[in-house]
């Protein structure tokens, strides 16, 4: 249910995604040579992977199941509870709204550094926050559940992005370069490729 939920985000926008992340390869690679910044494959890519994440965040939380009537919510865990554990409500609803949100605390823990939860705590109950009032002005209710499994989702975020950095640190050195992770990077690359024009029908492999 989840992937088929990306899947349509991703055929709703994906061609403001081309236009959107070419332009932004033209201006970025323009300004490495004009500047003479070193490049970093893995780097570069990353970055891209956390706007096309936002582009399909924004599609996700703003254009689907969009329902006629508006309302509240502001008793937590009470539609949390509602949804019978391990139903198809449930794991879209409670374990969804978690896992989308997972790869934002990651991201933001990156970008800040931050090495304490308090450091995206405010970024990601904000950034919650501000989803939530959008929806109810779009025919969609507020419910603070959302924000609650949102900010949970971005403090597993922020533990996976402590962990996986607290590993990197007792890998061999060959797993600590720029070239493991570029052609890690590559390789993923490739796989993303190709999912991508499987779901939109490009046939390019």
């Known amino acids: 249910m989840i992937v088929d939920t990306l899947s ?3 055929e709703s926008i994906w061609p403001m995604l081309i236009i959107f992340l070419i332009v932004l390869v033209a201006i970025r690679v323009s300004y490495i040579l004009i500047n003479h910044e070193k490049f970093v494959f893995y780097k570069e890519f990353l970055n891209f992977i956390f706007i096309v994440y936002a582009l399909l965040l924004y599609e996700l939380l703003t254009s689907t199941e969009m329902n006629t009537n508006s309302g509240f919510n502001l008793v937590p865990f009470m539609e949390i509870f509602r949804y019978k554990i391990g139903s198809k409500l449930f794991v879209y609803n409670v374990i969804g709204n978690i896992l989308i949100f997972i790869p934002f605390g990651y991201f933001v823990s990156g970008y ?9 705590l405010f970024i990601s109950i904000l950034t919650s926050l501000t989803v939530e009032l959008v929806q109810l002005q779009i025919g969609r209710s507020f ?6 499994l949102n900010v949970a989702g971005s403090i597993l975020g922020f533990l996976l992005y402590i962990g996986l950095t607290a590993i990197k640190k007792h890998l061999p050195r060959i797993f600590q370069s720029d070239t493991f992770y570029n052609i890690l990077c590559i390789v993923i690359f490739i796989i993303v490729l190709y999912y991508f024009s499987k779901v939109i029908g490009l046939g390019w492999f």
């Open 8 to 10: 349509n985000a991703l």
């Open 143 to 148: 419910d603070i559940d959302d924000i609650i």
């Open 112 to 120: 800040v550094k931050a090495n304490k939860v308090s450091h995206i």
